[in-house]
């Protein structure tokens, strides 16, 4: 999106994280990698990164789950929320960008807290399942976007009580109203908030944003009532 508005709210994010403190040099070099090797543009802003941090910290989280890791820089926002003995397992299908991101995850000095599965998130997500006893605090979901609602459903078996499930991308410039059935990221979108709608075990709500990104939105669920 080209228009006035979306430079004004750039511009305002320019503001805020440089009043706020919320870039540093690691994270402007982390971008710059991510850049140079092609990776798409699509890693969240550096406000959305603090933000997932302070979601993170205020909940306490110990173990995060990542579906969607790019070249890690929303992972690395998360590592930097962990208090000790913490971990984040991310999950990423393509090998270039997970090549990055463990550059990356050195880079930052986090890469002891961060575990990066290659391969398709359904197939780890399975394995996953099967394996860890101990569940998650936090799941970010940032992946293909029409499997959303897959990605949600795991996530809850996964997540103790109390966790908090991030699915990012779900407002794309208002495509969440497209009910024409056409646009699969929307179909993503709208099921996913439908599903945090009807599960009893979740208390949701969709978060919109403008910013350098230009306007979309988080589902935010907590999972199970309070302890
Ligand atoms: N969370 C990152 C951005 C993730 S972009 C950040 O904010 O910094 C989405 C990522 O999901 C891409 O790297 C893409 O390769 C990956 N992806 C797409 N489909 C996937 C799948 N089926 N399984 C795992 N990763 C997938
Ligand atoms: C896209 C994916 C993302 O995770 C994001 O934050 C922005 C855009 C995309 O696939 O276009
Ligand atoms: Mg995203």
New binding site residues.
């Given amino acids: 999106m080209t228009n006035d508005l979306q430079s004004t709210w750039a511009a305002v994010d320019t503001l805020a994280e440089d009043w706020l403190g919320v870039n540093d040099g690691v994270l402007e070099e982390v971008m710059a990698r991510c850049t140079r090797a092609a990776l798409p543009a ?3 802003s550096p406000c959305q990164g603090r933000f997932l941090q302070l979601l993170a910290r205020v909940s306490g989280a110990k173990r995060v789950l ?9 992972t690395i926002w998360l590592a930097r929320a962990l208090p000790k003995g913490g971990k984040i397992v991310t ?4 090998p270039h ?1 997970a090549r990055i991101a463990r550059e990356n995850f050195a880079l930052a000095m986090v890469d002891a807290l961060i575990e990066l599965r290659e391969g ?3 197939k780890t997500l399975a394995a996953l399942e099967q394996e860890l006893p101990s569940p998650f605090d936090l799941v970010f979901i ?3 976007k029409p ?1 959303n609602p897959r990605y949600f459903e795991i996530a809850l078996r996964l997540s103790r009580p109390g966790a908090i499930i991030v699915v990012d991308n779900v407002v794309r410039e208002g495509a969440v109203l497209d009910d024409s059935g056409v646009n699969h990221s929307a179909e993503g979108s709208r099921e996913v908030l439908r599903l945090m709608g009807e599960t009893p075990a979740a208390e949701a709500t969709l978060l919109q944003t403008v910013g350098v990104k230009g306007y979309d939105g988080f589902a935010i669920a907590v999972v199970g009532g309070a302890e």
């Fill in positions: 699509i890693a969240v990542e579906i969607g890791t790019l070249g890690g820089y929303s999950l990423e299908i393509d960008h398709p998130a359904l940032d992946a293909d499997n």
